[in-house]
């Protein structure tokens, strides 16, 4: 069974101060992982994709690297509109259908001005 | 840009009642889900369809159908609430890329609450 573990659950940042989150899987062939940010009352909203040990994505603020069992979101620099929840999901090729996905709880973090 | 709307944002209905959620995508995507969020649970897959008039169970079935009667929309019926359905629900649509990763992308979401 495909698990996905998100770590820290919460995390308070002060504006500037750099951090990572978490993000611990295991999937039977791994097809996809996706980092979404949510923010409160709305739908999670695309931020990368990557597939294969050693990627890395970047956007802003927000970069994004992949080894054989985790990922990192790493934020540099964050900004108090960075505050949101970041959740992980894997979609692996063993599904019956290959394209669900199965998230991880999610990591809220908050950044103080 | 994706855009994939959901009928409405709140809903208010009474224990018992049919209740219909509906989500329209405008991508021609073939991949289409349904999912209830709740604190401390994540997201939990419904339903999903892969083409029209087909559909799959997911991971919480129970209580919930659905319908696909044309490729842009798909619809999530309670066909009789209950307080415990009580949550956010999301629908996400996604294309079929074959041996590519097939990312999917989320409406804004439907918070319903049943009394």
């Known amino acids: 069974e495909d698990q996905v573990t998100q770590s820290p659950e919460a995390l308070r940042l002060q504006e500037g101060e750099s951090s990572s989150l978490n993000c611990s899987y295991t999937?039977?062939?791994?097809?996809?992982l996706f980092w979404y940010r949510q923010d409160p009352g709305k739908g999670p909203e695309f931020l990368f994709t990557?597939?294969?040990a050693g990627e890395e994505k970047e956007k802003e603020r927000l970069k994004a690297t992949l080894t054989k069992k985790e990922s990192f979101l790493h934020i540099t620099a964050p900004k108090p509109e960075d505050s949101a929840t970041y959740l992980c999901a894997v979609q692996a090729w063993n599904n019956n259908a290959g394209n669900m996905l199965t998230f991880g709880g999610g990591t809220r973090l908050m950044v103080k001005p | 840009d994706v855009k994939v709307t959901q009928s409405s944002r709140y809903l208010v209905k009474r224990t018992g009642e049919k209740v219909f959620l509906e989500c329209v995508q405008d991508?021609?995507?073939?991949?289409m889900f349904w999912y209830r969020q709740d604190p401390g649970l994540g997201l939990r897959l419904i339903y999903f369809?892969?083409?029209?008039?087909?559909?799959e169970k997911g991971d919480i079935p129970e209580g919930y159908s659905v319908s696909r009667e044309k490729k842009e929309r798909f619809s999530l019926i309670l066909e009789s609430a209950s307080t415990n359905q009580t949550s956010m629900y999301l629908c996400a649509s996604s294309p079929d890329r074959g041996q590519y990763q097939e990312t999917q992308y989320f409406g804004p979401g439907t918070r319903l609450l049943v009394l």
């Open positions: 991508m021609d995507h073939e991949n």
């Open positions: 369809s892969y083409d029209v008039k087909m559909k």
């Open positions: 990557l597939y294969s």
């Open positions: 999937v039977s062939g791994l097809r996809g």
